[in-house]
Structure formats: structure tokens, C-alpha cells
């Protein structure tokens, strides 16, 4: 609307200015055509006028398609990827003050900047937040949900820059991710217990036996002890978990 707007502005200060030429030329030097002139002039500098303010108005349209589009593009990629996902963080001994040796996926994931192990590129590493000069597990955990979201914009890489089989690949890989998630969300309401998928998953009281429910609660050495059951003398042990019902 603001394009065609902007167009029919154009052909008014068009005309305008034909008018105002048409004019000057029948003028010649009658008093009366001095007034006519000074309305036409009046007349352009007010198509001018429109025609610039149409032309902020098409700018100011076209940078809110690009912002949507934008916004759209970031909801597609939170849904594809819109999961409890097991993470590895592996440090060595210069941690806090480097970065971990290893960030990785511990589950099935598609994503177009993972390695074939799942584990974070070098940009992931090198971009890694510090709070007074030392690295942080939230920080760390920040980087990967920032990733997961917008990997060049948390990398401060501008988009415009990145090839085109970046974006191909990234589409493709988001693509897989969300049929991938759309069938265990599907499966997940055509189960007979959906206590037993819920997500995070939760224990049940009811499901365990008294005695083992009561050592996980205390988890102290002498309580798992006394739950055990010597079958062969110091290689096999048993004890028991579920109850019958469950």
C-alpha cells in the first residue's frame, strides 16, 4: 500500500510540473498568469512534499516486512527446536578461566552447524560469554539455547554475509528437526500411560516399593546396603524396585 502510495504521488508532482511548464509558456508577460504560475509553483512544492513523506512511509513499510519476516524466521527455528535436549559439558582443568573441551548433544538432533559427534563448532567456543573473567555453567547453557535460536546472530555475524547454502542447509536440517518432534509429540497422545512420557519425566511414589523409594529418598551408603540381597557371595546382588501393581 505504501509502494502504490508512493507511485501515485510521483504521477501528481508529474503532472504538476507539466502544468506549471504548460503555464509558463502561454504566460509570456500577462499580469494575470503571474498568480496562475505562483499556484502551480505552490501546487509542486506541495506534490514534493507528499511525494517525500511517501517515500518515508514505503521505507518505514518495507523495514516491518523484513522485521517479520525476520520474527518468523526466529518462530520457526524455536519450534524446531523447541526441546529438553541432553547436553555434555566437559572441562579440564583450566576451567573456569577457558572455555569447556567439549559441548555436545547427547541425543538425537538435526542441526546444520553440529558436528557428525553433535558437538558445538569452534565459533561456539570462541564467543563464549565471561562474567569477571571467568566462564559460568549458566553462561555456557545461555550460549547453547542462544544457538539453538539464532547461531549467527549469537556469534555476531551478520546475516547478510553468510552464503546462501547456509541458509539451505539450515532450513533443511530445521525441517528434519521438527517432523522428528512432531512425531514423538503425536505418539505422546496415543500412549496408554502418559505418566510414563511426560516430559521432564517424573518418578512416582506409588510405582516403587517402600524399601527402595525410602533409599533414594536418604541416599546414604548403610540404606542401599540393607536393600540388597546377596545371591552369589560378593559378585551378584538384587533388590527390589517396582511394586507388582506397577
Keep these: 500500500q505504501a509502494t502504490q502510495a508512493l507511485a501515485n504521488g510521483e504521477r501528481r508532482l508529474r503532472d504538476a510540473k507539466e502544468a506549471m511548464e504548460k503555464m509558463e509558456k502561454e504566460a509570456g ?30 521505507s518505514a513499510a518495507l523495514e516491518l516486512v523484513r522485521a517479520t519476516e525476520k520474527s518468523k524466521s526466529k518462530l520457526d527455528i524455536a519450534e524446531a527446536y523447541d526441546f529438553p535436549f541432553q547436553v555434555c559439558i566437559r572441562v579440564d582443568t583450566s576451567w573456569p578461566e577457558q572455555p569447556p573441551s567439549t559441548v555436545r548433544f547427547q541425543c538425537v538432533i538435526h542441526h546444520a552447524l553440529t558436528d557428525d559427534e553433535d558437538c558445538m563448532p569452534a565459533p561456539f567456543y570462541k564467543e563464549l560469554p565471561k562474567t569477571d573473567g571467568r566462564h559460568t555453567l549458566r553462561g555456557v547453557l545461555e550460549a547453547v539455547h542462544n544457538f539453538l535460536v539464532d547461531p549467527l546472530q549469537a556469534w555476531s555475524v551478520v546475516g547478510g554475509s553468510a552464503p546462501k547454502r547456509y541458509f539451505e542447509s ?5 525441517q528434519q528437526n521438527s517432523q522428528r ?18 516430559t521432564p519425566p517424573r518418578w512416582r ?42
Design 181 to 198: 518432534l512432531s512425531t514423538i509429540r503425536k505418539y505422546g497422545t496415543r500412549v496408554r500411560h502418559p505418566e510414563l512420557f511426560e
Design 29 to 58: 508577460e500577462e499580469e494575470e498568469a503571474e498568480d496562475t504560475l505562483e499556484t502551480a509553483a505552490a501546487t509542486v512544492k506541495a506534490a514534493q512534499e507528499e511525494v517525500g513523506g511517501l517515500r518515508e512511509k514505503e
Design 205 to 246: 511414589q506409588e510405582w516403587f516399593v517402600p524399601e527402595f523409594w525410602n533409599a533414594v529418598q536418604q541416599n546414604k551408603p548403610e540404606v542401599w546396603r540393607a536393600l540388597l540381597t546377596e545371591r552369589l557371595t560378593g559378585e551378584v546382588f538384587s533388590f527390589p524396585i517396582f511394586t507388582e501393581e506397577f
Design 170 to 174: 539450515m532450513r533443511s536440517h530445521q
